[in-house]
């Protein structure tokens, strides 16, 4: 499988950006597609997830702000970050699980700088 994150940069404190991870020659169902970051002097932690099902999942205090969605026709999900924040600076990472799996695969990360 690979995984292509598009979407990051630079942007001021309030605005928003939109993410993308796209999950492509995956020989397997995929169960569950999430985005992680790890911000600077700090481990990586979940931002939201998102089940097959549509059924979803956010880090703390990140749901309100954050908004994560699935086309599970094209193996796709999107990371919506609105109300950006300095703190939200950080490299933001594409995992997805396949069925009857438990590990994440990863993709590369793409940076994403809240600054004005």
């Known amino acids: 499988v690979q995984l292509q994150a598009s979407g990051g940069g630079l942007v001021q404190p309030g605005g928003s950006l939109r993410l993308s991870c796209e999950a492509s020659r995956a020989a397997l169902g995929i169960n569950i597609m999430a985005w992680y970051r790890q911000t600077p002097g700090n481990e990586r932690e979940l931002v939201a997830r998102?089940?097959?099902?549509?059924?979803?999942g956010y880090g703390d205090s990140l749901k309100g702000r954050f908004a994560i969605s699935r086309d599970n026709a094209r193996d796709t999900a999107y990371l919506q970050m609105n109300s950006l924040k300095p703190e939200d600076t950080g490299v933001y990472y594409c995992?997805?699980?396949?069925?009857?799996?438990?590990?994440?695969?990863w993709g590369k990360g793409t940076q994403v700088t809240v600054s004005s």
């Open positions: 995992g997805i699980v396949f069925y009857g799996r438990s590990e994440y695969y």
């Open positions: 998102i089940y097959r099902s549509r059924a979803t």
